[in-house]
Structure formats: structure tokens, C-alpha cells
């Protein structure tokens, strides 16, 4: 079958590991510190994702968009919303075109990447690469623990279930690396026609850049990168945070990301193996647990993405969770979140992200005309 047909039913697989995270990934811990369990082929016990033809655009019902509206104007400038509804085809935003800091919601080109070269039979999921500590990044990398002198023994398959479903750096830029560099994620944007989504130069270069230095290796270590941020001047250091904010290397506009994620399901992106494989993976991400997970309800499914970027004086640079809610009866809605630059605490960064979560499931128990939905049950 081409992967350019819509794909059977696609099923989402529970998790083939046993532990939980603590909270958002970028505070680490020792969950990452085991081997998980191969992620491929996939098992399923879980609620299904189904094929969905695409649907002609058409106007948003007024009661979400007016919603959103009220969402986004309350926070302020600094965030873009989208909020796609796959199956009728319409779709909502606020600032939805603005190009926002992707941070660690990048990891999902990477993943999309890697999944397109296995659909070509370019990768294996046990394909093996030694992890050393030449590779080690910064921030959040679990897999660090793991690394002693003769290095660390990793599958395709691990990296893949570490990067997206812990966020790790060093497992993100390892599979980076294995598929070619940015150059080839952006290549594959271009040919998947993946439009208004650019990718960076990286973890590494792409975090000291916002930090106003240049990296060494040595960062990698400890606290090094902290340590060698903190003697940078602090106008030097605003100055590049800023510019970030304003024109990120990584940015991508909301309405891209959520087209991107209807395609996905579509089947447009991935054979139905690789669809499904990637949605699993996206469904047990362990990150954000006051962001779209607050809002998820008994029966709803969300497969997703989150990104956290650095903070300066209070004001974030990139506050971010992507992905598909799944209703109770199968409805699927692609939503994307994206504080691009904001001074807000991060209880109301978690809030925005969580009520517009919370606004789609309404909605949808409203069957957006304010009347009680049949298709809403517990």
C-alpha cells in the first residue's frame, strides 16, 4: 500500500515499560536510568485511532473559536493556539501563523524522520549505535547515567522510546545524527510539503545560541552549561534570548503543526506501521503533566508532545505541548499551544496550555451547539 492512501485501522499501543516520571521532563530523574523494552512491533490494548479521510476545510463552530479567542486574548500576545477538528475538517486559531520556539517539540520531526526511513527500509528498529560521552548534550538527558567509559549500547527502538517519551536530549541528537543532520529533517519537511515548520542546528548549538555562547563539549558534564551561561553578562544574555523569541531558529507556526498532525493520522506522512508506531510513542510521553494531560478526562486519549525552553528574568522563551485528543467515541482533534515569549508564572503557562484542552472536550460534549452531546459518555 502507498503511504499516500488512507491506512486501516490505526492502533494506538500501550506502554512495554514500567516506570513513571515524576513530573515535566526538563526536571529529570531516575526513571531514564533502565533499558526500556523494545517498542516494535507494537502490541495493542488500547483505544483505536481511525482512518480519516480529509475533509474540505470549513468554517470553526462559533462557540470554540469564540473560546479560543477568549483564551488567547486573555493571556496576552505571547501565545499562538490551533485547534484543528480532523474528522469535520474545520479548524480554529490565535495567532495561529505566528512562527513560535519549538524547543523539545522538535524531537517529533526527528521521530517523523526516523519512522519515513524505516518505512524505505534505510533503518532498522534494531539497528544499534554506542552512545559515548562525546555525544552527551545537556539539560535533560537520562541516558547519561548510562554512559561510562566504554560507552552505551542503545537501539533505534530505545532512542526512539527515550526521546519521546522522556524527552532526552542526547538520545534526540543521536538519532538526528543517524539520519543525517538537520539538513535531512529539513529535506523531509520539504518533500512531506510540511510547510511553516523550520528545524534547528540542533540541541547543543541550538541552546548555547539562546545563551549568548558557543559550546564546548565540556558543557556536557554537570552543570558545566549552567556554570558557563551564568559568567556570560547579562545583558549579552538578553539580548540573545531575546532575538530567539523574536525570530527562533526552531520556530513553527501552530496551524502548521496541527495540519502536520492531521496528516499523520490521515496516513499522509507514514505507512500505516509507521503511523501507528509514532502515535504510540507520542501516547506515552511522560512530560507535562499540568499542561494538556490536566485536562484529559475518563475516555479521552491524548498522544503528544511537549517543549520547554530556557528562561531569563522570569520571561520564557518557548512553552509548548502539541498533540491529538482522542474522544470517547473516536473524534480526534489535532491542538497546539505555544507560548512564544512570555513573563507569566509558569502555574498560568501550565493553565492556558490545560484550558484549551479543556475547551475542545467541552466542545465536544456540547456537540458545538450548546445542546448536550449524545456522543459524550462516561
Known sequence: MSRRMIPPLLVAVAATFTWSASGDAQYGGEEG?????????AQSTSPTYQSIAAAPDRPAPARISAKIAELG??????????????REGWSTSWNG??????????KLWVA??????????????????????????????PIRALVGEQGYRATVSELLERQMTQSDNTANDMLLRRIGGPTAIRSMLTRLRISNVRFGPGERLLQSGIAGITWRQAF??????????????????????EAYAENPVDGAAPNA??????????????????????????????????????????????AHK?????????VVAGFNDVGLLTAPDGHIYAVAVMVARSSRPIAERQAIIANVAR????????????QSSPRYRR
Not at 496576552?76 to 477538528?85: L, M, N, Q
Not at 499522509?268 to 509507521?274: A, E, I, R, S
Not at 475547551?359 to 450548546?370: E, L
Open 359 to 370: 475547551a475542545v472536550i467541552d466542545d465536544w460534549k456540547s456537540g458545538s451547539n450548546g
Open 112 to 141: 517523523l524522520a526516523v519512522f519515513d526511513a524505516m518505512d524505505r527500509g534505510a533503518l532498522r528498529p534494531d539497528d544499534a549505535m554506542i552512545v559515548t560521552r562525546n555525544d552527551l548534550t545537556l539539560f535533560h538527558q
Open 97 to 106: 501563523d505566528r512562527l513560535c520556539p519549538q524547543q523539545s517539540v522538535s
Open 73 to 86: 486574548r486573555a493571556f496576552g500576545p505571547g501565545v499562538g493556539i490551533s485547534v484543528r477538528d480532523i
Open 220 to 241: 556536557s558534564s554537570g552543570n558545566g552549561f549552567e556554570q558557563a551561561r551564568a559568567s556570560i553578562p547579562l545583558e549579552k544574555r538578553r539580548a540573545a534570548i
Open 306 to 314: 511537549t517543549g520547554t525552553g530556557q528562561e531569563l528574568g522570569g
Open 33 to 41: 536510568n533502565r533499558r526500556p523494552q523494545s517498542i516494535l512491533p
Open 257 to 302: 503543526i496541527t495540519l502536520a498532525l492531521a496528516r499523520l493520522v490521515r496516513g499522509d506522512l507514514l505507512t500505516p506501521t509507521g503511523t501507528q508506531n509514532l502515535l504510540a510513542l507520542m501516547e506515552r510521553s511522560k512530560t507535562g503533566r499540568a499542561r494538556m494531560k490536566a485536562a484529559i478526562e475518563p475516555d479521552w486519549l491524548l
